[in-house]
Structure formats: structure tokens, C-alpha cells
């Protein structure tokens, strides 16, 4: 071989790799997101820009982040997933049992990432230490920590007597829930009922919320009542009524009280399994993680204006108080 055509061929298998790692490196990753409210409000967004962050993503440089939202419309989500797989998203993020499950119909194969109350019931993943599919991320274990929801509403307000649950029917994850509350209010005394909280059934259930009838009421974790909080802490200074709900936001809008996991830090760790599967790894090989931190959160303000004293041990062990 002549010496001009060796310095060729090595000159060209130099510069294959560096051309390779050049288109690589150009490559900017495309994450979908779907959202049953509008635009900020909620706090999953928000914990899942905080995570991203954390891996070491710029947002809207190294990597774009495809937010959409349905405005309480729960019929426009399999349209708005739509629209994310035909971007090429790399990996779908899915806030909630009902936008997860329209995920998965709508793909086999872009990775997901969810946040479900239920994952396995759900019928989401295989189990929670081998999912198994194309989707990973995280379990609420609501249906536990719920059965909580009655006992702690009667700790701070004592007469209660009647307690109306706003769920969503059609929820698997609060099915459970409801049952897990039923159980806990038979040991209570308490008398609880249930009011359906689709897009369908809000005016008829909210006309149902009154002081003659109801003592208070529970407000489920389900992402669209999530994206109605204003309203529903409005309704409840409006008619006087003491409320839980199951989001650890609503105590900084008003709310009496909130229980729940700490939703922003879990979709902060979702953060790193969008980031593993960005780098190679499957979702079935990813085990769902469980909620290792629980916010009680109590509005002081919001306790007076109802007349209500909270008890010094409730608040011993609260880890958020609103004066």
C-alpha cells in the first residue's frame, strides 16, 4: 500500500468516530408531558423540571421539555399523547392512574415514566420490582395513607359526623381509597359518603355541599380535582365546611388541611429514571419506587375563620403550619 493512501485510510477512521460522537452529541432528547389542568397548577411539573435539573439538564437547551395540557378536559388526553408521539418523544411522562393508562394504549414502545396510586391494580406494571413493558416510575400508595384522611378531619374538627368523599369513579386507585376510608370511618363513627367528581358531575356535587347535610368533606388525590384546587378551597370557605385534602400544595391556597405524599419530590426523582432511560437503561428493568416522605400540612388562619381549635398534638406533628 502506498504511504499516501495509508495516511488516508488512517486519517478516515480517525475521523469516523469524532463524526459519530458529533451527531451524538448534537442529539437533544424530547420528553412529553401530559397535564389534566392548565398551565401551573400543579406541582408534578414542577418537581419533574427541579429533577431533570438536578441530572444536569438545561431545559430548553439539552433538553426539550413537550408540556401539554388538557384544561380539565379528561377527553382531549389520548389526543394530546397523540400529538407527543408524533414528535418522537423519547420518553412520556404521565401524572396520575388515568393519563398513564391512555398512555399505555397509545404505546408499546416510547418509555414512560408515571406516578399512580395503584400501578399494579391499575394494571400498569408487572410489579413493582420488575414492571416489565415500557413504563417505570412511581407508586402513591394512596390507598393506604388515605385511610388516614377521616381520623385526622375528626381531630380537628370533633363534630364531625357526616363526611362526603369528591372521587373519581372511574379511578381504580380511588375505588380503593374509597373502600380503605369506609373501613376507617365504620371505626370512627363517622357516616361517609361518596359525591363523583368528573368534569360531568361538578355542578351537581358541589350543590350537594351543604352545611344541612354534610359536616365536611374529603377531597381525593386525583389529578383533576388537583387542577380545581381554587375552586374547591373556595367552596369550602363559602359554605363553612371543614376539608382534607390529598394534595400537600392546598394549605399554602387556603386549605384547612392536607395529607399526602410529597408529590414534588417524587416527580423529582422521576427526574432520574427519565435520565437512566435517556442513557440506555429499560423501563422494565427500573423498579417502581414507593413515597418515602409524607407531608401533613394545617392552615391555622383557615381554622379560625371556622372556628375550629386545633389540638396541640396534631400540630406537634404536622411538618407544614400556615399561621
Given at each position: ?150 381520623g385526622l378531619l375528626l381531630e380537628i374538627a370533633p363534630k364531625l359526623r ?162
Open positions: 500500500m502506498r504511504r499516501r493512501e495509508l495516511i488516508t485510510l488512517l486519517g478516515g477512521a480517525a475521523a469516523w468516530p469524532l463524526a459519530a460522537y458529533a451527531q451524538q452529541v448534537s442529539w437533544v432528547p424530547r420528553v412529553g408531558y401530559v397535564w389534566i389542568g392548565g398551565p401551573g397548577n400543579d406541582a408534578s411539573l414542577a418537581g419533574l423540571h427541579r429533577g431533570l435539573e438536578e441530572q444536569g439538564y438545561v431545559i430548553g437547551r439539552t433538553l426539550l421539555l413537550e408540556a401539554r395540557y388538557a384544561n380539565g378536559e379528561d377527553g382531549r388526553v389520548p389526543d394530546l399523547i397523540a400529538e407527543l408521539l408524533a414528535l418522537k418523544v423519547d420518553v412520556l411522562a404521565t401524572p396520575g392512574t388515568l393519563i398513564s393508562r391512555a398512555a399505555q394504549r397509545a404505546t408499546l414502545s416510547v418509555p414512560i415514566v408515571m406516578l399512580s396510586g395503584d400501578p399494579i391494580g391499575s394494571g400498569l406494571v408487572a410489579s413493582l420490582a420488575h414492571p416489565g413493558g415500557n413504563i417505570t416510575g412511581l407508586s402513591l400508595l394512596s390507598a393506604d395513607y388515605c385511610a388516614k384522611w377521616p357526616r363526611v362526603v368523599v369528591l372521587e373519581n369513579p372511574d379511578s381504580p386507585t380511588q375505588v380503593q381509597q374509597v373502600a380503605q376510608m369506609r373501613e376507617a370511618a365504620r371505626s370512627l363513627s363517622l357516616d361517609l359518603t361518596t359525591l363523583p367528581t368528573r368534569p360531568m358531575d361538578l355542578e351537581a356535587s358541589f350543590a350537594a355541599l351543604v352545611p344541612v347535610s354534610v359536616d365536611g368533606f374529603i377531597v381525593c388525590d386525583d389529578p383533576f380535582l388537583e387542577s380545581i384546587l381554587p375552586r374547591l378551597i373556595a367552596l369550602a370557605a363559602e359554605r363553612s365546611l371543614p376539608a382534607l385534602y390529598g394534595f400537600p400544595n392546598a394549605v399554602k391556597q387556603g386549605a384547612l388541611m392536607a395529607y399526602s405524599a410529597d408529590i414534588f419530590d417524587m416527580w423529582r426523582k422521576a427526574g432520574r429514571y427519565v435520565d437512566r432511560i435517556l442513557k440506555g437503561a429499560r423501563p422494565a428493568d427500573l423498579p417502581v419506587e414507593q413515597p418515602t416522605k409524607f407531608i401533613l400540612g394545617i392552615n391555622l388562619k383557615t381554622a379560625k375563620a371556622l372556628g375550629l381549635q386545633v389540638p396541640d398534638k396534631l400540630l406537634a406533628v404536622a411538618d407544614e403550619v400556615i399561621e
